[in-house]
């Protein structure tokens, strides 16, 4: 079970996610979209867009600064456990709240809001529940989850596992004591990453740079 979960459901995900993202650019490229509903609702979507993105921002700078950066590298360069940990917790706690109550306001702008609902596919309603859970379980975690472990330091556990995975060497024992917030966390993480190509998260991708070199478009009267 730690072999399936820590490293085949893992590279399982990323491997779904790197071909389906291929598969849907060469052969369904008109879907490639975020199906923007401004249109049908302005206010919610405002804030909710503003503060998701604001605070998803902060939160994955986090998450690589943590998991990427080894402990040692930190402590060395005078990050030492009591600043990281404050940082960590006022930093990062701030951060989930603000990308948390985004989330909750475009979830329920997408639930409550009839026309935003009626345009909405089940890939939709599953995206955005998977995000919810992710980031209320990590904010969970980060605020309430590490008074309950004291002693327990993902820097020691959790980031080495990744940077395994990424170098093709991942150790499950690892993961084996890590508590279930922070697994509930991750496993949710790759099964989102999992279903992205097959949602308009994919619109993550399509930065409009062309945009900013295109031809005026030049609106004429017509005669008479």
Same mark, same amino acid.
């Given at each position: ?75 060395? =360069? ?30 329920s702008r997408r639930l409550t809001n009839k026309r935003v609902r009626m345009t909405s596919d089940s890939s939709d ?28 330091d993902y820097r020691e556990t959790i980031s080495p596992w990744f940077r395994g995975l990424l170098t093709f060497t ?7 004591? =890590? ?46």
């Amino acid at each position: 079970m730690l072999q399936f979960l820590w490293v085949i459901f893992p590279y399982l995900m990323i491997t779904i996610f790197l071909v389906g993202h291929i598969y849907r650019y060469n052969f369904d490229q008109l879907s490639w979209t975020a199906k923007s509903s401004e249109f049908l609702e302005k206010k919610s979507l405002r804030w909710g867009s503003m503060l998701f993105h604001i605070g998803i921002l902060f939160v994955f700078a986090g998450h690589v600064f943590g998991l990427l950066i080894p402990k040692t590298v930190l402590s060395a =360069v005078g990050i030492g456990e009591t600043l990281y940990h404050t940082g960590a917790v006022y930093g990062g706690g701030f951060a989930g709240i603000v990308t948390l109550i985004g989330i909750i306001i475009l979830f329920s702008r997408r639930l409550t809001n009839k026309r935003v609902r009626m345009t909405s596919d089940s890939s939709d309603i599953i995206t955005v529940v998977f995000i919810f859970l992710i980031i209320l379980i990590g904010t969970y975690n980060t605020l309430i989850g590490n008074q309950f472990h004291p002693h327990f330091d993902y820097r020691e556990t959790i980031s080495p596992w990744f940077r395994g995975l990424l170098t093709f060497t991942p150790d499950p024992f690892l993961m084996r004591d =890590v508590p279930i917030g922070f697994q509930l966390h991750i496993l949710i993480s790759f099964a989102l990453i999992g279903i992205w190509p097959f949602t308009r998260l994919v619109h993550v991708w399509s930065v409009p740079l062309t945009y900013f070199k295109r031809r005026y478009i030049i609106y004429r009267k017509r005669a008479g």
